[in-house]
Structure formats: structure tokens, C-alpha cells
T-cell receptor
């Protein structure tokens, strides 16, 4: 079965600082990996996804993630945090049986 | 175009009552999914529909939960004899087809509170 683990339920950074949200996956098949963001009182929005090809994936709002098979990781980064980045971030994996498994989420707080 | 819509946005019910939640997917999206998000937790997969194929019900937590979909349009999630542990946000998502790499578009959710 496929699963993801998000390390850290809450991450706090200062405005302008690097954002790093960690995600490790477990999959018996080549995974398709996703990062979603959920702003307060809103639905989930896709940030980026990895399917095949280039392992460094760029998404919206300046976010990117790198697929590292050797580390079974798909960490999300952004060079410089903005106040508007404060939200809940979910990593997810889909496998051959088409189920989609989400992590427990990481709440990002950005301090002025 | 219009995104995924869900109704009601909020539902408060008494323990033991039945509730019905509605999802209108994006037009043309053949795949539809239901998830549950408990407070402070990640999304829990419940069920998905793909076209006219039999739905994958493997995520439904008990036989009190059921879902239907009419063709490739509206879906309803029904919870019978609600319990307090059913309190959660129920999210619906749709995608173009049931492909692993296709993005799922999420609705705003229905917040269910069971008293």
C-alpha cells in the first residue's frame, strides 16, 4: 500500500526565510506525488505534482519539490516565505490502484 | 468554468439522524472522489466513482456510509444513524478521468457536526 508521512505538523518561519516542508513516501510501485495547499476556509489547491521525467518540479507561487527515489522523499521548498504562504500543506501519493493517500498535513506559519 | 461545488456548506445534526451530502463535480470530469477530514488530521479516502464502473468503496469506514452517483454528474454521500465520531469536513473532488497523474479538483467541503 502507498502512504506518505509528513514530518512536522507545524512549521514556523520568518518572512523572507526558506520554507522546507518534509514528505517521505512509501510505495511498492513508481509513485505519483502531489503537494496540495489549503488556505483557511478554502478547498485544497494543487501546488505541484511529480509523475515522470524531471525530478525537480516547479509549482505555483514559487514553490518547488524534488523527487528523490534513494531517500523516498518529496520535500517542498520555497526560497523566500511570504505572509500569504501561511496555510496547511498536504503531501499525497497515488499508486497503481488509483487510491490517493494524503499525509496528516503541515501547518505553515509565517512571522513578520 | 465553475469548480466543484458541495452542499450544504455546514450541517449540524443530532446523533442517530441520517444526513445526505451533495457534490456537483466539474462538467466533463468522469472521476469523482469523497474524502473525510477530521479536525487536525489529513484527508481520509472514502470512495471513488469512474464513469459507469462499479465504485471503489474500500475506504468507507462502516456500512452506515454509502454513496451514489448519477452517470457522470451529481454524487450524494449518505451517512445513516450518525455518530459523534462522524463529525468532520467531507470533501469531494473530481478529475478528468481516473488516471494516476490527473489532478483532483476539490470542492470547499461540507462541515458536519453531530451533536
Amino acid at each position: 500500500a502507498q502512504s506518505v508521512t509528513q514530518l512536522g505538523s507545524h512549521v514556523s518561519v520568518s518572512e523572507g526565510a526558506l520554507v522546507l516542508l518534509r514528505c517521505n513516501y512509501s510505495s511498492s510501485v513508481p509513485p505519483y506525488l502531489f503537494w496540495y495547499v489549503q488556505y483557511p476556509n478554502q478547498g485544497l489547491q494543487l501546488l505541484l505534482k511529480y509523475t515522470t521525467g524531471a525530478t525537480l518540479v516547479k509549482g505555483i507561487n514559487g514553490f518547488e519539490a524534488e523527487f528523490k527515489k534513494s531517500e523516498t522523499s518529496f520535500h517542498l521548498t520555497k526560497p523566500s516565505a511570504h505572509m500569504s504562504d501561511a496555510a496547511e500543506y498536504f503531501c499525497a501519493v497515488r499508486g497503481n490502484n488509483n487510491d490517493m493517500r494524503f499525509g496528516a498535513g503541515t501547518r505553515l506559519t509565517v512571522k513578520p | 468554468g465553475a469548480g466543484v461545488s458541495q452542499s450544504p456548506s455546514n450541517k449540524v445534526t443530532e446523533k442517530g439522524k441520517d444526513v445526505e451530502l451533495r457534490c456537483d463535480p466539474i462538467s466533463g470530469h468522469t472521476a469523482l472522489y469523497w474524502y473525510r477530514q477530521r479536525l487536525g488530521q489529513g484527508l481520509e479516502f472514502l470512495i471513488y466513482f469512474q464513469g459507469n464502473s462499479a465504485p471503489d468503496k474500500s475506504g468507507l469506514p462502516s456500512d452506515r456510509f454509502s454513496a451514489e452517483r448519477t452517470g457522470e454528474s451529481v454524487s450524494t454521500l449518505t451517512i445513516q444513524r450518525t455518530q459523534q465520531e462522524d463529525s468532520a469536513v467531507y470533501l469531494c473532488a473530481s478529475s478528468l478521468e481516473l488516471a494516476q497523474y490527473n489532478e483532483q479538483f476539490f470542492g470547499p467541503g461540507t462541515r458536519l457536526t453531530v451533536l
